[in-house]
């Protein structure tokens, strides 16, 4: 075979090999046109230790509800949402880290059980203790360091944080600048600590099974790693291997050099 010939099979057979074919990088792709899929799953949050909770207590009697809420807090009128001090908005808010023991340290109710609760349940139960000091008392309960880290084959790895306390797994790699091209869409792997257990979950988001998978919807500090393709390593290994081999060739020829020289 003549040379020329030799190399234009070879740059052929290259290109050939190296071509994503589309099953490797569409997403959902055994979704009909128009198909309605129920959801199976549903995510609510549970506290955790070392959750950062905000709690601000309010009632139309300001002076009542003042004790019950960290020094130095700007309390609003109840349903006033002018002042800097507004629920939902973070100015103000007084902050509780859960301890070790899964509680916080309350003004005047002392201690509160709250991990493995829900916001809900949490609200539930600071405003059944308060009916005894206030009439009608508002309590708004939020989770402030829920934050996902998403790393790998993505074009901005990195943590980032969640101010609804949900999201799924599309929107987190979304939030990611999606996978690069070379990110493996088939195996995406989620990280999940709960009470000191890491638990391992992959998704395929090629299919369309993910929205019934249990790590569709995500949970604070999980992290997503994505894995490179067959490709992307081996492209890695050969310029490994190239750097070693042009290495190997500079120190002959400086051993040579050596040998004549002396």
Partial sequence: M??????????????????????DVVYFQNSNNLEKIPAKNSFTPVFKVDDVLSIL???SDMDAARPFNLQGTSLPIAGDTATGAAPGNGAG??????????NIDFPVLGKLKVSGLTRVQVKALIKEKLEIYIKDPIVNVRLKNFKITVIGEVNRPGSFTIPNERITIIEAIGLAGDLTITGKRGNIMVIRENEGVNTYHRVDLTSKSIFDSPAYYLAQNDVLYVEPNTAKVRSSEGNRNTVALVLSIITVVLSVVTLIVR
């Fill in 93 to 102: 808010e007084p902050t509780y880290l859960i301890d070790e023991d899964g």
């Fill in 57 to 59: 207590v309010s009632a």
């Fill in 2 to 23: 003549q040379p020329y010939k030799f190399l234009f099979v070879l740059l052929i057979s290259i290109s050939i090999f190296s071509c994503k074919t589309p099953t």
